[in-house]
């Protein structure tokens, strides 16, 4: 079956332009999750959306970063005048419960601002 | 502060002996503990986890231990195969929050050679 899709799988951006990073969770999962890979770190957590809202952003660096998921599915991380710091590669998960299911990951989008 | 920690990066066994990795924790809230591993260009891949009521959990030639006084747990993989050459990440999460917000270490890369 399909897995979590995300696309760009690459993107790359000029300092200061607006960017979205789109999500396609696993059919069927209620939960997702942001999460950011920076070169030698392990993935950070960003967001979690149970169904249509998000339950904790506590993640997100700072008020540039958003994230929607309007109908429940597929969700956009948005980043508004995008800065250097921000290069990583963004990952996004879902599972069918939000706990004690398995997290599946999707292969990310690596960002690069230039 | 990192609260999961790999303190090596790097590890490298021959086909056939153990690997073992490690990782350390500092917030006595985690109590669900998880093992990913990733290949270049795809996302992390669930692959065993471990409740703290438990000590020990097993799957095939994948054996996740959890010490709680330590604050350790382990990986082991026996025998070791060159497929299992990728990057292992350990995974922390505190029940309280309700679902997996993982907290991850910065991973140790393992190869595996003939």
């Known amino acids: 079956g399909a897995g979590v899709s995300q696309t760009p799988s690459n993107k790359v951006t000029e300092k200061g332009k607006y960017v979205e990073l789109r999500c396609d969770p696993i059919s069927g999962h209620t939960a997702l999750y942001w999460y950011r890979q920076s070169l030698g770190q392990g993935p950070e957590f960003l967001i979690y959306f149970q169904g249509t809202g998000a339950a904790d952003d506590s993640g997100l660096p700072n008020d540039r970063f958003f994230a929607v998921r309007p109908e429940g599915s597929v969700s956009t991380l948005k980043i508004q005048r995008t800065e250097r710091g921000d290069s990583a590669v963004y990952l996004c998960?879902?599972?069918?419960?939000?706990?004690?299911?398995?997290?599946?990951f999707g292969p990310g989008t690596r960002l690069t601002v230039l | 502060d990192q609260q999961v920690k790999q303190n090596s990066p790097s590890l490298s066994v021959q086909e056939g002996r153990i690997s073992i990795l490690n990782c350390d924790y500092t917030?006595?809230?985690?109590?669900?503990f998880l093992w990913y591993k990733k290949y270049p260009a795809e996302g992390p891949t669930f692959l065993i986890s471990i409740s703290s009521i438990k000590d020990k959990n097993e799957d095939g030639r994948f054996t996740v231990f959890l010490n709680k006084s330590a604050k350790h747990l382990s990986l082991h993989i026996v025998p070791s195969q060159p497929g299992d050459s990728a990057v292992y990440f350990c995974?922390?999460?505190?029940?309280?929050?309700?679902?997996?917000?993982?907290?991850f270490g910065a991973g140790t890369r393992l190869a595996v050679h003939p």
């Open positions: 998960a879902s599972s069918f419960r939000p706990f004690t299911d398995t997290q599946y």
């Open positions: 917030n006595s809230m985690f109590d669900y």
């Open positions: 995974a922390a999460s505190p029940v309280s929050g309700g679902y997996n917000k993982l907290i």
